[in-house]
């Protein structure tokens, strides 16, 4: 296939790596050196010069930008994507973004031929370089069908949750218990830490218990109790989310007083540590406010 990739952030540079191992790629990114870089980098890539130059020619594009209004964006102009997609083609969006736009982007391909599917991951960048992340998608059967062979270089588990914006409903739920589940566990842990009993002690019983998660088994051991906080993940892009899933609480009348709770944390978290900070980072702030660190 000859597959055109928007976005190479942090994880968007190891998907489209593996996509070149196996497709014919082109790259563009906002930030040309970016794609310059990688294009040099990685053998069957080369760089496009814009959004338009990225689709002429693709049997597929996929994007992952922060959000679904950049994606809409990238669409429109003379050297916008639709200026070079064709008819017949389809757009695979494995941003984490919101159903509103991407229903609104669906249409817009619809009147010229071109298929949709959101196609948010899970996973994170060790998980892309694997070629191991979990992609939910949102729209036709036939279409998802597509973009299941589009996203197979970096993907283990595809599934299908519903017609456009299916997807980006479900990634929205998934990273807003994530991010109430690093709120919580950081609580619990500087609360156990500050009562005398070793952060590795408390994590052990958690894990083996029955309060235990993805964060506890892995993100704690692996970055914070090492002390290694690797920055894979922006803290901005997790407020971005559970603020994507308050709003769809909201649209189809659900409360959500808890996650609702979280979203607030978020935003102020995401105020007080800027754009660059890591979504673990919160758990930093736990620590400094409680004068405790958990490590060991
Ligand atoms: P980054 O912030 O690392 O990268 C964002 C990418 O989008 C960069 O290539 C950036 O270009 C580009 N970009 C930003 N704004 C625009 C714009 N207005 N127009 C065009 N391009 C733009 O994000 P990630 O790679 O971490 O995340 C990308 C998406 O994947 C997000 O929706 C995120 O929520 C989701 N995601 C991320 C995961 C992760 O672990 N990192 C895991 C699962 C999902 P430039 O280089 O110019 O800044």
Redesign the pocket.
């Known amino acids: 296939m000859r597959i055109g990739f ?8 190891p998907m489209a790596a593996r996509c070149a191992a196996v497709h014919q790629l082109a790259v563009w ?3 040309a050196e ?1 794609a310059t870089e990688f294009a040099k980098a990685t053998p069957g890539s080369r760089q496009a010069i814009s959004p338009r130059d990225l689709a002429e020619g693709a049997d597929a594009i996929i994007t ?4 679904s ?2 994606v809409e ?2 669409l429109e102009g003379p050297d916008g994507l639709l200026a070079g997609m064709t008819q017949g083609s389809i757009l695979v969006d ?4 919101d159903a509103a736009t991407s229903r609104r982007i669906a249409e817009r391909l619809a009147t010229l031929g071109i298929a949709f599917v959101d196609a ?6 060790p998980l ?1 370089i694997q070629g191991k ?1 979990t992609v939910m998608c949102g729209g036709s059967p036939a279409d998802v069908e597509r973009a299941t062979q589009v996203v197979a270089p970096f993907a283990a588990k595809v599934v299908r949750m519903g017609p456009v914006g299916a997807g980006h409903a479900m ?1 929205a739920a998934n ?1 807003a218990l994530l991010a109430a589940n690093i709120l919580t566990l950081a609580e619990a842990l500087v609360t156990l830490a500050k009562a005398g009993i070793a952060p590795r002690d408390a994590v052990d019983v958690l894990n083996a218990s029955s309060g235990r998660s993805f964060v506890s088994e892995v993100l704690i051991p692996d970055r914070v109790l090492s002390g290694t906080w690797p920055r ?3 803290m ?3 407020e ?2 559970i603020g994507i899933f308050h709003d769809l609480a909201g649209e189809v009348g659900v409360a959500d007083p808890v996650l609702g709770f979280s979203r607030e944390q978020c935003r102020a978290l995401r105020a007080a540590l800027g754009e660059s900070a890591d ?1 673990l980072d919160p758990i930093r702030v736990a620590e400094q406010a409680a004068g405790v660190e958990l490590r060991g």
Do not use: E, H, V
């Open positions: 928007a976005g190479l952030g942090a994880i968007g540079t990114n906002r930030t970016r992952c930008l922060p959000t209004a950049q964006a990238l494995c941003t984490s973004g948010p991951l899970s996973g994170g960048p892309a992340l990634k990273n894979l993940f922006r901005a892009l997790l971005k989310d979504y």
